[in-house]
């Protein structure tokens, strides 16, 4: 998964209460501006985020209350599915920076049975929570 993915991943989310705040997000094009440091950058905050929300050491809301600015995912939170997709990419980026303890702990979601079924409910957004 590269930046490019993250980003049409994050674009396509429809975050209720949004007030607009990704209204200047206008383009993928927009990436090119951005120097390889940035997109390290962005793609470990997109790792990490994700890692925190999958092993439940924040649910969504939680999350998004905590969080100022755009937050970036490694897969789309309204679809809890596309992190199969990139769970091989996290252990293998975690096992890059040398935090086996991340590698080991997403081994075990994977073999999960009940992974999706988690992410759900980590993945509620305050109009499900009633």
Same mark, same amino acid.
């Given at each position: %998964?590269?930046?490019?993915?993250?980003?049409?991943? %994050?674009?396509? !989310?429809?975050? $209720?209460?949004?007030?607009?705040?990704?209204?200047?997000?206008?383009? !993928?094009?927009?990436?090119?501006?951005?120097?390889?440091?940035?997109?390290?950058?962005? @793609?470990?905050?997109?790792?990490?985020? #994700?890692? /925190?929300?999958?092993?439940?050491?924040? $649910?969504? /809301?939680?999350? %998004? %209350?905590?969080?100022?600015?755009?937050?970036?995912? #490694?897969?789309?939170?309204?679809?809890?599915?596309?992190?199969?997709?990139?769970?091989?990419?996290? @252990?293998?980026?975690?096992?890059?920076?040398?935090?086996?303890? /991340?590698?080991?702990?997403?081994? /075990?979601?994977? $073999?999960?049975?009940?992974?999706?079924?988690?992410?759900?409910?980590?993945?509620?957004?305050?109009?499900?929570?009633?």
């Amino acid at each position: %998964m590269d930046l490019r993915d993250i980003y049409k991943a %994050m674009s396509n !989310i429809n975050f $209720n209460n949004s007030d607009d705040e990704f209204d200047d997000i206008d383009d !993928i094009d927009d990436l090119e501006d951005f120097s390889y440091e940035e997109e390290v950058e962005i @793609i470990d905050s997109a790792y990490r985020n #994700a890692f /925190k929300i999958a092993t439940g050491e924040m $649910n969504f /809301k939680q999350f %998004m %209350m905590d969080s100022d600015g755009i937050q970036f995912f #490694a897969f789309d939170p309204s679809d809890p599915e596309t992190f199969e997709l990139i769970i091989d990419d996290m @252990i293998e980026y975690f096992e890059e920076t040398e935090e086996y303890e /991340k590698c080991q702990t997403l081994v /075990k979601l994977k $073999n999960s049975k009940t992974l999706i079924k988690d992410l759900n409910k980590r993945l509620k957004t305050s109009e499900d929570d009633t």
